[in-house]
Nanobody, 120 residues
Framework: QLQASGGGLVQAGDSLRLACVAS????????MGWFRQAPGKEREFVAN???????NYADSVKGRFTILREDGDNTVYLQMNHLKSEDTAAYYC????????????????WGQGTQVTVSS
């Protein structure tokens, strides 16, 4: 089970930190990541991180978002800086990919969404 938290309503330029805690099993040898879905749009990849710390980011968030994991706590974080109105979406954490995939179908475990709303 994955439990996401940290969403909220912020202004453009602000920062937020999302957290996703895994329980019931560990993902120490799997990729963990974040996806997001804006109203009326398909869910899209945001970032992922492997068990040795390798990361991948969507071009739209590169340089503004940072993903990191703490395996001791079975937790993955998404630090979001310089937020823009186009970052408004429900953010979902995911886990279980064997490689740094950006495809939803490669992740077998999903958390509930946490809403991020950025006002301009």
């Amino acid at each position: 089970q994955l439990q996401a938290s940290g969403g909220g309503l912020v202004q453009a330029g602000d920062s937020l930190r999302l957290a996703c805690v895994a329980s019931g099993r560990t993902f120490s040898r799997a990729y963990m990541g974040w996806f997001r879905q804006a109203p009326g749009k398909e869910r899209e990849f945001v970032a992922n991180v492997g068990w040795v710390g390798s990361t991948n980011y969507a071009d739209s968030v590169k340089g503004r978002f940072t993903i990191l994991r703490e395996d001791g706590d079975n937790t993955v974080y998404l630090q979001m800086n310089h937020l823009k109105s186009e970052d408004t979406a429900a953010y979902y954490c995911a886990a279980g990919a064997d490689w740094g995939s950006r495809r939803e179908r490669d992740y077998g475990y999903w958390g509930q969404g946490t809403q991020v709303t950025v006002s301009s």
